[in-house]
């Protein structure tokens, strides 16, 4: 096992807890689009509409602020809630606001450039721990919560 990941729940003795966590990471990502795509919608009447020029640029700005409270408080967005799951540091702490940040900035990166969401996608199919880029890079894992 990794020094990074020493902290962390080792996927070979303990794996119930990434049982199933890939696609419940995609469950969790629908989820969350439909709730950020909500948020726009509700926005819109509040910008006089003229936000309807400007969707995908609050798409961006709302869905970053989504993933960064929401990683903050509780390691895990509302999706990851739904799906029993959230992400953890490399020393097993939940995130704070500046690994919040952090995370929701290498995702955006990584979903605004698509080889790298592809790499992210096929690790976290093929890593034991089921890191995506963003995770490799900080050391953080998406685990089920414990119950």
Avoid: C
């Avoid at 629908?30 to 640029?57: E, M, Q």
């Avoid at 290498?106 to 880029?133: H, R």
């Amino acid at each position: 096992m990794s020094d990074y990941t020493s902290q962390l729940p080792d996927p070979i003795t303990q794996p119930e807890f990434y049982d199933s966590v890939p696609a419940k990471r995609f469950l969790a990502w629908v989820i969350d689009t439909l709730l950020i795509l909500t948020l726009v919608l509700v926005s819109l009447p509040f910008t006089a509409f003229l936000a309807v020029f400007f969707i995908p640029t609050m798409f961006f700005l709302l869905g970053f602020a989504y993933r960064v409270v929401t990683l903050a408080n509780g390691s895990a967005t509302l999706g990851m809630r739904l799906a029993a799951i959230e992400i953890r540091q490399q020393d097993g702490r939940r995130m704070d606001l500046g690994s919040a940040f952090l995370h929701t900035l290498g995702y955006t990166v990584s979903l605004s450039v698509p080889i790298l969401q592809i790499i992210s996608i096929v690790l976290m199919m093929t890593t034991a721990y089921g890191q995506g880029l963003t995770d490799h890079v900080m050391g953080t894992t998406a685990l089920n919560r414990r119950r």
